[in-house]
């Protein structure tokens, strides 16, 4: 192919190419060298750790990781793995006291000082063996928007300057005040980056979710912020106008074009009986006031701003307050954030959906795939969160959020065209998929290549 230059034996990434080879063994090798043991990873939320001694397990290649809430309530995080001979120490999450050996009986305590060690005697005289040298080795930990961050590196780049500038766009949606509803996690026969590429775009919506068509004008921009990215629909008509590929007319009655894209939404997103994604079940059922309260040639813009209004009704009713975003802000939100390496944020006002995507360690064409949705709620009345794990995602179909099956088949595809002796790489929108550019491209500078 003569469309691309060599740096040091790879095809370079350009803002509309990404080469086949980063999807391929060798390059699954220098992440797993370079990236994944130097970068923060979004491991878990905060909800998840509610009470002193809870836990949780985070697993990446070889690695797994314990965060925890120690008994003075600081989360903190180690590695899982018990010094003596290599144990792993605990799995899933749960709650304990402390942390138990199974195999030989030590013990450390929730800060991860060792407090027993079967026999001391037995290692009197030898080196490395005494004065906190048998305590958990520590990972670092960041927080932002109620999500917690690990770091394995001995000495990481602070979180805050790692996550920056993320907040100065997003802490106004107040993601520490959202709670987990379901939680999915799948086995995909895909490179990490093949799963997580389809979010980083609005480039495929037309086609691949076509059901949305009828209510949303999806000609979006992509733009980047350092390692991490967003797009959004700067150029596009409000929501509930037709997408121009229709080739139909603008309706004269917007009302029930609008409600139609909210609760479809709510619909496609959260699944058939959670209906929560980009719209909560409760906003849904909020804009159907639009129907009996505004009249027939309401203008779009008036319907959009009593939605909101009613929307917001809804959820100080009850109790879980609402966001105040400036216009200012609001026109910088965009409506999906990446947060490098592997995390996804596609986001409303009063809800949430998450995506994560991790190799799985065996081979470089699979990976872990893990998908939540987050609510806006009363703090004193929290969803009940549901966790499923799905080894094969087909076999379980009806329990995944209708819009987002249409996205694992293209991604498995995807996986399967890749193998093409004529595929040379992605060719990629520099307009509209410039995120995918951007995880690349610093892919390429942690590797040094």
Not at 142 to 165: A, C, K, L, R, T
Not at 304 to 314: K, V
Request: charged residues 25%.
């Amino acid at each position: 192919m003569g469309f691309y230059e060599l740096i040091d034996g790879l095809p370079a990434v350009r803002d509309d190419f990404v080469p086949k080879e980063h999807y391929g063994k060798e390059f699954a090798r220098l992440e797993a060298e370079y990236v994944w043991p130097t970068t923060w990873q979004m491991a878990c939320r905060e909800e998840d750790l509610p009470n002193a001694g809870s836990y949780i397990t985070y697993d990446i290649l070889g690695d797994s990781i314990v965060v925890l809430r120690d008994k003075a309530g600081t989360i903190r995080a180690f590695h899982n793995v018990c010094p003596h001979r290599g144990n792993r120490l605990v799995s899933g999450a749960g709650r304990l006291t402390k942390l138990h050996c199974s195999f030989h009986g030590w013990e450390w305590d929730t800060a991860g000082a060792n407090i027993f060690l079967k026999d001391p005697e037995d290692w009197k005289g030898c080196s490395g063996m005494f004065d906190g040298d048998m305590d958990l080795q520590t990972v670092h930990v960041g927080s932002w928007g109620g999500f917690i961050y690990v770091n394995m590196s001995d000495e990481p780049e602070p979180f805050s300057q790692f996550i920056d500038p993320v907040p100065t766009y997003l802490d106004c949606l107040e993601f520490q005040k959202m709670r987990t509803k379901w939680h999915k996690q799948i086995m995909l026969p895909a490179n990490w980056k093949v799963a997580l590429e389809p979010f980083l775009e609005s480039y495929h919506i037309y086609t691949t979710h076509h059901q949305t068509a009828g209510f949303l004008d999806e000609a979006s921009v992509s733009t980047t912020h350092g390692r991490h990215g967003k797009h959004g629909y700067p150029n596009a008509a409000l929501l509930g106008t037709p997408s121009p590929r229709t080739g139909k007319p603008s309706p004269k009655d917007f009302r029930q074009n609008y409600v139609t894209a909210i609760q479809e939404l709510a619909k496609q997103t959260g699944g058939d009986v959670d209906r929560v994604g980009s719209a909560s079940g409760r906003s849904a059922d909020a804009v159907g006031r639009i129907l009996t309260e505004l009249p027939p040639d309401a203008s779009l813009i008036d319907i959009h701003i009593a939605g909101l209004r009613f929307m917001r009704e809804a959820a100080e009713a009850e109790g879980a307050g609402w966001p105040e975003v400036s216009d200012e802000q609001a026109a910088g939100l965009g409506v999906d954030w990446n947060i490098f390496p592997n995390m996804v944020l596609v986001f409303s006002l009063d809800s949430t959906l998450v995506f994560r995507s991790r190799p799985d360690g065996k081979r470089n064409d699979r990976c872990i795939f893990d998908m939540w949705g987050l609510i806006r709620c009363n703090p004193e009345n929290p969803p009940a969160p549901t966790s499923e794990f799905f080894e094969d995602w087909r076999e379980n179909i009806d329990k995944i959020p209708s819009l987002l099956v249409q996205d694992l088949r293209n991604i498995e595809k995807v996986q399967a065209g890749m193998a093409s002796r004529s595929f040379a790489g992605s060719r990629i929108s520099p307009v509209q998929e410039r995120q995918i550019f951007n995880l690349h491209k610093n892919l390429r500078e942690y590797i040094g290549k």
